[in-house]
């Protein structure tokens, strides 16, 4: 209850929204909040850098402007980020929260980058730095404020799952370090004749930086394209083979356009006796039950499979036996027998590592010996494929 009232607040005053506003409502409650406390503190620490004429109080000052700055962003990258799809982004605009994120990591960069300028020339040109407990008083204050706005931020982003916030919790928890450093060091200044400030000031700043480049690697991934999670790949996988009629889900491709929405593809396996109309109700129906209960727009593709053939049972037993002995990692899809004048014929896909493609040669070799221990006639034709998730 500490770190989340405003939360509570903003819900109150925002009652009858959906989920997805309701998440809108708090990101915008935590970028004006951070604007709000951070813009405070810069405040109080240009009185303090100016009382004591500290370089290395006056680069913190400056951090907490550039995350005031920050606020700003975050606030309305969520309102953009709400806004519905519309015929240039039929998407939707889910993914400026990333970009206000990456916006937000380049400000926290160039200010590290700036003092820590400014922090070398003060060690080589030192002046006096005044420091008593009336500034060590408000530097204190100041730690106590970004210790809220930490748990706060981390409250917001573990409710919203928004990288931009997370990565303001992450920040708030690196200048509640660096300003702890400030206070000790300020008060070490005043027993040596050595560079406190200057030095002070370099460690902030690298600091800094560091935290801004950790914020850039992690909002940059999904931009990129990564991975999605995987309890989210397992979640849609146990549900696809809840539906009536699907006995097999692969090649599962999920896109991400921001936090609670996906757009993904996948293949299910289906009964191939079964008739066209009667599959494609039922793999309509198993993507409107997914949408309801994932927040996820996803297109099935029809495999049959033939769950009936002794023969074919058996090859394909026979077969993904012999994959796993090469790598329990391989899977066998679309599983094709077909008999070719007298020649039988085996087809099917093979997922490997993107890192074993170049074995691909030697795969087919091993398991080309396991079906002609059966038949020396057999054909085997496999496509290589790599997973997506």
């Known amino acids: 209850m500490f770190f989340d009232w405003p939360l509570r607040i903003c819900a109150a005053k925002n009652g009858g929204q959906d989920a997805a506003g309701l998440r809108r409502s708090w990101g915008i409650c935590a970028g004006w909040t ?3 406390v951070n813009a405070f503190l810069a405040i109080l620490k240009f009185s303090v850098a100016v009382y004591t004429g500290s370089v290395a109080i006056a680069v913190d000052a400056v951090n907490n402007l550039s995350d005031a700055g920050s606020g700003v962003v975050t606030a309305i990258g969520f309102k953009i980020a709400g806004m519905p799809a519309d015929d240039e982004h039929p998407f939707g605009h889910g993914r400026v929260e990333y970009i206000a994120g990456l916006i937000v990591a380049v400000i926290v960069i160039a200010v590290g980058l700036n003092f820590l300028k ?3 020339v003060k060690i080589f040109n030192p002046s006096e730095v005044r420091m008593d407990w009336i500034a060590g008083g408000f530097l204190l204050l100041a730690i106590f404020c970004k210790f809220w706005l930490f748990g706060f931020f981390r409250t917001v982003g573990e409710k919203t799952l928004s990288p931009a916030i997370k990565a303001a919790a992450l920040d708030s928890l690196s200048d509640l370090g660096v300003t702890s450093l400030v206070l000790i060091s ?6 040596t004749s050595f560079p406190v400030d200057g030095v002070a000031g370099c460690l902030v700043a690298v600091c800094v930086i560091i935290a801004g480049i950790k914020v850039l690697r992690e909002i940059a991934d999904p931009l990129i394209g990564i991975r999605p999670d995987q309890s989210v790949v397992q979640e849609l996988t ?3 083979l809840a539906c009536p009629g699907i006995c097999g889900v692969h ?5 991400n356009y921001g936090p609670g929405l996906s757009f993904a593809t996948a293949h299910a396996e289906v009964d191939a006796r079964s008739d066209v109309i009667s599959v494609h109700d039922m793999l309509e129906n198993a993507e409107v039950e997914v949408a309801k209960s994932m927040s996820m727009v996803l297109v099935l593709h029809c495999d049959p ?4 053939d002794p023969t074919v049972i058996s090859w394909r037993r026979r077969l993904e036996n012999a994959v796993s002995r090469i790598d329990d990692r391989y899977k066998i899809y679309d599983f094709r027998f077909t ?3 007298d020649v039988p014929v085996i087809r099917f896909h093979l997922l490997v590592s993107r890192n074993d493609m170049a074995k691909q040669d030697e795969i087919t070799r091993q398991l080309e010996k396991v079906l002609h221990r ?3 006639r057999a054909v085997l034709e496999i496509n290589f494929i790599n997973a997506y998730v």
Request: contains cysteine; hydrophobic residues 45%; proline residues 0%.
């Open 118 to 120: 400014e922090s070398v």
């Open 339 to 341: 008999v070719e004048g």
């Open 238 to 240: 146990r549900r696809l």
């Open 374 to 376: 059966v038949d020396s």
């Open 305 to 308: 499979f033939n769950v009936d």
């Open 251 to 255: 090649d599962c491709i999920i896109h």
């Open 34 to 36: 951070g604007v709000f």
């Open 186 to 191: 300020m008060f070490a200044g005043k027993f």
